[in-house]
């Protein structure tokens, strides 16, 4: 009687091509690419946030940083000039509770991302303010208010799109288990009883 190989034990091994090398894409290199695709999203906002709080020169000059009395998001949203919103963002621009909100965001979003923990509502809160940029940029418009044209070079897909779909992919894919926090986090009691919290 010949012994047969469990679907299990052959589910385990890497995948090998037909000359018996190990072929790319394998469960564990797609796990570090999403790591070093979730940090490296994380760093994006995480630099946003410390350039728009301390100026560093690079965005942000240091007198207009948020320590030295700026207001980070103005710049953004009195420079709208096209879209829906045009009005509403360029109304909100110096306002104190939009600074916080658009700060706290870049904050608790690169922090999560970098630490890998609460990947769950990183990706919600996320693509919330992701698409709240993008009706800011408003890609579909071909014309500014002012009738120039708006050099948008896809009507759709930008940046914010690319972002919110990063977000998404790595909590989906529990990213933060590699090169991050999120099997501890996992294994908080609140974060084991609401799995939101992931």
């Known amino acids: 009687m010949s012994a047969q190989r469990s679907p ?9 091509s037909a000359a018996g090398e190990r072929e790319p894409g394998t469960a564990s290199s797609a796990r570090k690419a999403l790591a ?16 728009k709080t301390f100026g560093f020169g690079y965005s942000t000059p240091s007198e207009g940083a ?7 998001a103005a710049g953004y949203l009195g420079g709208i000039s096209g879209g829906p919103m ?5 109304g909100w621009a110096g306002d104190v509770w939009v600074d916080w909100a658009y700060m706290g965001g870049m904050l608790g979003l690169g922090l999560a991302l970098v630490a890998g923990i609460g ?13 709240f940029l993008w009706v800011g940029e408003f890609p579909p418009a071909k014309h500014l208010s002012d009738g120039s044209p708006t050099m948008s070079t896809n009507p759709v897909v930008d940046q914010h799109i690319v972002y919110a779909a990063a977000m998404i992919v790595v909590a989906a894919c529990s990213a933060g288990r590699v090169w991050g926090l999120g099997r501890a986090w996992e294994r ?8 939101w919290l992931r």
């Open 119 to 131: 990947l769950r509502l990183a990706a919600v809160g996320g693509t919330m303010m992701m698409l």
């Open 86 to 90: 045009e009005s509403t963002y360029n």
């Open 36 to 51: 070093a695709l979730r940090i490296a999203t994380g760093a994006i906002f995480l630099w946003a946030f410390l350039d």
């Open 188 to 195: 908080l009691p609140v974060v084991s009883r609401f799995s």
């Open 8 to 16: 299990l034990v052959a589910a385990r091994r890497p995948a090998v």
């Open 66 to 72: 948020w320590v030295n009395g700026g207001s980070p």
